[in-house]
């Protein structure tokens, strides 16, 4: 909305004129974001608290160290997603159709997630919404928004997969992109949810990730910028790197009441959300394969999961003490803190590889 409001003023006084820039907007998101969740935090997590007299339900077959965090309250997602969604509102173009395709998804998944959230306090226990109700209604959010953003492409390559590494290889995806657009959203959501088991360890990769993807829509949303790096060329994705500093600045003021021991969790509110938010701008973009390098760390605590799910099915036997991933290395002794850290680190070199694609082709 500033930039509605305040942009038409540059001409009268210049310094308005700042608010053309994204560059500009970005980095004000960012900062609005962070400062909205330092202000709502603390009432938030009192109020939360209120509300849920035991906290989130700890699963007792889990590492015994999260015996401890009995009572934590959880549904802090609410804090990210106001701050996000009221930054996105005051310095993105709110006219850009693809401001609100993600913030559709960001929503619509983070209801799922907050009623999630709710039947698990009500119920005392780690069983929510059954995962089948679940994921039927993720495809449905995520089914009407790839055929909104598959509408709103150029015609030339709105069904189109782009391959890493590769400037010239380009898969004609045709009727499968529906259905390709849909695994990659709500496979996001999901593998962020999966990923979400320790204080910090989910909601810095998904900055990480942010900070990529808002470079990536900078730059494929410019046109001068996406020729020079041989990219597909999306008009009016840049708005998208509002949406991802808001992300940032919201991830970033969730992490200093998250941090370690976390004062409140993310739970599927936050989790779902924002994986179907990642993976959302990944298909505007065109970038779905660099998503999954990215964020490989949510892949792998996914693959994980599949791995253990399968190999117990089929032999009786599981190949991980525990699954997923983080919670393998807890079993084998390895401190919280010493999980997360090197999860952090695994993300930051997947992201660095990940950027890696745009001048490797």
Known sequence: MLYHFLFPLA????????FKYLTFRTGGAVL???????????????WLRGQQANGQPIRNDGPETHLAKRG??????????????ISTFLWADINNPYIWLVLGVTTSFGLIGFVDDFLKLKTASSNGMSSRLKIVLQIIVAALVAFLISSLGPAETKESLSVPFFKDIFIELGWFFLPFSVLVIVGASNAVNLTDGLDGLAI????????????ITYLVGNVLFSGYLQLYHVVGSGELAVFC?????????FLWFNAPPAMVFMGDTGS???????????????????????GGLFVLETVSVIVQVVSFKLTGKRIFRMAPLHH????KGWAEPTVVIRFWIIAVVLALIGLSTLKLR
Do not use: Q
Not at 32 to 46: D, E, K, N, Y
Not at 272 to 292: D, F, M, Q, R, W
């Open 204 to 215: 810095v990769p998904v900055m990480i990730a942010a900070a990529c993807f808002a470079l």
């Open 11 to 18: 001409d009268e006084y210049t310094i308005f004129n700042l």
């Open 245 to 253: 500093g808001s992300i940032i600045g919201a991830g970033l003021g």
């Open 272 to 294: 779902l959300s924002l994986g179907g938010a990642l993976g959302a701008i990944s298909v505007i973009t065109k970038h779905e394969l660099v998503l999954a390098i990215i």
């Open 328 to 331: 393998h290395f807890e079993k």
């Open 32 to 46: 609005t974001a962070l400062v909205i969740s330092f202000v709502i935090g603390p009432s938030m997590i009192r």
């Open 72 to 85: 934590t309250p959880t549904m802090g997602g609410l804090m990210i997603l106001v701050a996000l969604i």
